[in-house]
C-alpha cells in the first residue's frame, strides 16, 4: 500500500507538473484571443463550406503545434467565439498528431526500428481520417445547434453567426492607451481563470490516470498479446486509452515492444492522444456527456477499423 | 449605451491570485531544489518559463484589483465578465444579471472546491514528495520476467568456428590467437608451451555509451555488426540472475517519469559477482555482443567481462537516462 502511494504520487505529479507549462500558455493565447483578436477575423479564416473546414482544421497542427492539454483552454475561448464546433472539434483530435513535434518523436523513436517512415505515415493518415470523420459525425448530428453539444457557453446567435462584435466595450473613445490598459486587464483575468479551470480538471484527470497507471504495464501484456489482429489492436487502444500518454512520449515507449504488430502499434498511437482517462476529464469541461459519448464511440469504432483495415493491407 | 456590470466577489478574485501565485512559487522553488528530477531538462526550462508567465499575470490581476479601488469615479467604466465561471462569457445578459445574487454564490462555493483541488500539487511539494524514483517492485515490474540467456559459458565453445584476426607467439614462447567467434565476440586463445589451451575475452580500450543507444543498437542489422566486439563501459542498476549472469538495467523517460520504460543488457561473468546486492549502481565494462534471444524474438545486448573486477560501484548523474 505505502509502495503504491509512493508511485501514484511520483507518476501524478509528473502528469501534472509536465502539463503546467502548456496549460499557462494555452490560457495565456486564449485570453489574448479573447480580448485582442475581433472575432470577425477569426470568423473569416474558416471557409464556409463544413467539410473543407474540417479537413483545414484537422492539419492546423502542422502550422500552430499544440499538445492534448494544452489545446483543450485554447478550445473553449474558439468555440465560444463562434468558431465551427466541427472545425474546433478536428482541430483538437488531429492537433496533438499532426504536428511537427509528435512527427519527429515518432520518427526518432522508431528509427532505430527501420519503420520510422510508414510509422510515421500510418500515423497521421490515420489521425486525419479519424478526426475528419469524427468531427463530420458530430456536425451531422449536433448541426447547429451547438449549445446541445457544449456545456455552459452561452453561444450568442449573432456571435455564432459571425454578425456581432464580442467585445462591447464603452469607453471614453479618445483615450487608446486606457482602452488597452482595461482590455489587458480583462485578458488577464480571463488567463487566470482559464488557469485555474483548466488545472482543476488536468489535476482530476491525473489522479485517475495515476491511479490506473499503477497497475498497467504493457509487459505483461506482452506475453497476452496474441497474434490475433483485431484482439491485439483492442488491447493496444485499452491500454492507450489507460496509460494517458502524452504524443510526444507515447511512441517511445511503445517501439520497445517488438512483437506487438505494426497495425496495434498504429491503434495505440492514434487512439492514445485522442481519447484517454486524462484527456476525457478535460474535455467534460467543454462538452455534454451526450457528445462525449458520440466522440468516443465514432473515435473508437474508426480506430478499431482502419488499423484492422491497415492489417490487412499490409 | 446602459451596461450591466457584474463585480466579482474581491475574495474569490484575490483567493484565485493567491492560488495562482502559489502554483508558481512552487514550480519555481521545484526548479531550484532540483527537485523537477521527474521531468526531462528541457521540461524542467518550461516550468519556470510557465510559472513566470503566471506570476505576470497575477501580478497585473493585483493591479486590477487595486485599480479597481482607487478609480476616480469608482465606476468601472467596461462590462466586468463574469469571471468565476468564466464560460458565461457574455454574462451581462440581463437575465443573468438577475440571478446575479444567486449565481455569484453558485460560482464562490465551486471556486472554493477548485481550490481545494489546484493546492494538491502544492501539498504534495509541501510534503517533500515525491522521491525521486519508482519503488524496487514496479521497477522489477518493468523489467519484466528476467530468464537465464542459453549462452555458453565455455568460451572454448564460442571458439569453435571463428576469423582469426591476429596470431603471434610472445617471449614466453605462447602462442597466441586473437579470434572473432560468429556472434562477434573477440577472443584470446592462448596454447602455453605444454600445449594447454586456455581463452579470454579481448578487454580493449573501453569507450563510454549510452545505455539507450546501445538498446537501439540491437535492433538494427548493421549496427549489430559494427559495434559487436567493441568494449564499452556503460552505467546502471544491478540485478542478479544466476551466478554468473546478471540484468544491468536503467530507467529512460522522454518527457516525464509517467513515461518511463526501463533498458536493459545482459552482463556474463567469468566469474561469480560476490558481494554486490541488487539494485546496486555499478560500472560495467566489457565486450558487447547481440545474442538472439528466441524466446523474446529480439536481439539482446550482452557484455562479456574478461574478469570480476571489471565492475565497479559508481552512481550516474541521474537517475534517469534522458
Known amino acids: ?314 | 449605451m446602459n451596461i450591466n456590470i457584474i463585480m466579482p466577489s474581491l475574495l474569490n478574485r484575490l483567493i484565485s491570485v493567491i492560488v495562482a501565485f502559489s502554483v508558481a512559487l512552487v514550480g519555481l522553488l521545484s526548479y531550484h531544489y532540483e527537485r523537477l528530477f521527474f521531468l526531462v531538462d528541457q521540461f524542467r526550462d518550461l516550468i519556470i518559463f510557465g510559472s513566470f508567465i503566471l506570476i505576470f499575470v497575477a501580478t497585473i490581476n493585483i493591479i486590477d484589483i487595486i485599480y479597481s479601488f482607487i478609480r476616480p469615479d469608482n465606476q468601472p467604466d467596461q462590462p466586468y465578465k463574469c469571471i468565476n465561471n468564466y464560460l458565461h462569457i457574455n454574462c451581462y445578459h440581463d437575465e443573468l444579471y438577475r440571478n446575479m445574487q444567486q449565481h455569484d454564490q453558485v460560482a464562490s462555493y465551486w471556486l472554493k472546491v477548485k481550490i481545494v483541488i489546484i493546492l494538491f500539487p502544492v501539498g504534495i511539494f509541501v510534503l517533500g514528495l515525491p522521491s525521486n524514483t519508482f519503488t524496487i517492485q514496479r521497477q522489477l515490474l518493468m523489467l519484466g520476467n528476467q530468464y537465464e540467456l542459453n549462452i555458453s559459458l565455455d568460451l572454448s565453445e564460442l571458439v569453435k568456428d571463428v576469423l582469426i584476426l591476429e596470431e603471434y607467439t610472445n617471449d614466453r614462447g605462447e602462442h597466441i590467437r586473437i579470434v572473432k567467434t560468429n556472434s562477434g565476440v573477440k577472443l584470446r586463445q592462448i596454447v602455453d608451451l605444454s600445449g594447454q589451451i586456455k581463452h579470454d575475452i579481448v578487454a580493449d580500450n573501453a569507450i563510454s555509451m549510452r545505455f539507450s543507444d546501445i538498446n537501439d543498437a540491437a535492433y538494427d542489422q548493421y549496427k549489430r555488426q559494427m559495434l559487436a566486439g567493441t568494449t564499452v563501459h556503460v552505467e546502471g542498476r544491478l540485478k542478479k540472475i544466476s551466478d554468473k549472469e546478471f540484468t544491468l538495467f536503467r530507467l529512460k523517460m522522454t518527457c516525464c517519469a509517467a513515461d518511463t520504460v526501463a533498458l536493459k543488457m545482459r552482463i556474463r561473468s567469468p566469474q561469480a559477482l560476490i558481494g554486490y546486492s541488487d539494485f546496486e549502481w555499478v560500472r560495467v565494462k566489457g565486450q558487447l555482443t547481440f545474442i538472439y534471444d528466441d524466446r523474446s524474438n529480439v536481439y539482446m545486448p550482452v557484455l562479456f567481462l574478461s574478469d570480476i573486477t571489471d565492475i565497479t560501484r559508481a552512481k550516474a548523474d541521474s537517475e534517469y537516462e534522458q
Not at chain 1, 123 to 130: G, P, Q
Not at chain 1, 245 to 269: G, H, M, Q, T, Y
Open chain 1, 1 to 314: 500500500m505505502a509502495d503504491d502511494i509512493h508511485n501514484f504520487v511520483l507518476i501524478f505529479t509528473s502528469i501534472v507538473w509536465e502539463a503546467f507549462p502548456f496549460i499557462v500558455f494555452g490560457a495565456v493565447v486564449s485570453g489574448l484571443l479573447e480580448e485582442f483578436v475581433p472575432q470577425r477575423i477569426i470568423l473569416k479564416i474558416f471557409p464556409k463550406k463544413v467539410l473543407l473546414s474540417i479537413v483545414i482544421a484537422a492539419h492546423a497542427g502542422l502550422l500552430f503545434p499544440v499538445c492534448e492539454c494544452g489545446i483543450v483552454v485554447i478550445l473553449r475561448r474558439l468555440i465560444s467565439k463562434g468558431v465551427p464546433l466541427a472545425s474546433c472539434l478536428a482541430y483538437m483530435l488531429a492537433g496533438p498528431i499532426v504536428n511537427i513535434i509528435v512527427i519527429g518523436s515518432t520518427w526518432a523513436a522508431f528509427a532505430a526500428h527501420g519503420i520510422a517512415t510508414q510509422m510515421v505515415l500510418l500515423r497521421v493518415l490515420l489521425a486525419i481520417l479519424v478526426a475528419v470523420t469524427t468531427s463530420y459525425i458530430i456536425h451531422i448530428i449536433y448541426g447547429n445547434r451547438v449549445n446541445n453539444c457544449i456545456k455552459n457557453i452561452d453561444v450568442k446567435e449573432e456571435a455564432r453567426l459571425g454578425k456581432g462584435n464580442q467585445v462591447s466595450v464603452v469607453i471614453d473613445e479618445t483615450s487608446y492607451l486606457r482602452y488597452y490598459i482595461l482590455k489587458t486587464f480583462v485578458a488577464s483575468r480571463a488567463i487566470l481563470n482559464d488557469f485555474i479551470d483548466i488545472m482543476v480538471f488536468l489535476i482530476i484527470g491525473a489522479l485517475l490516470a495515476a491511479s490506473v497507471k499503477l497497475y498497467i504495464d504493457i509487459d505483461r501484456f506482452n506475453s497476452i498479446i496474441s497474434y490475433h489482429p483485431i484482439l491485439s489492436i483492442l488491447l493496444m487502444m485499452f491500454v492507450a486509452s489507460l496509460m494517458s500518454l502524452c504524443s510526444e512520449a507515447d511512441a517511445f515507449v511503445i517501439a520497445s515492444f517488438v512483437n506487438i504488430s505494426i497495425p496495434a502499434k498504429i491503434a495505440f498511437l492514434v487512439y492514445g492522444p485522442m481519447i484517454d482517462i486524462k484527456l476525457l476529464v478535460l474535455y467534460s469541461s467543454i462538452f455534454k456527456y451526450n457528445a462525449i459519448l458520440v466522440l468516443v464511440t465514432s473515435a473508437t469504432t474508426l480506430v478499431i477499423l482502419m488499423s484492422y483495415l491497415v492489417s490487412i493491407i499490409m
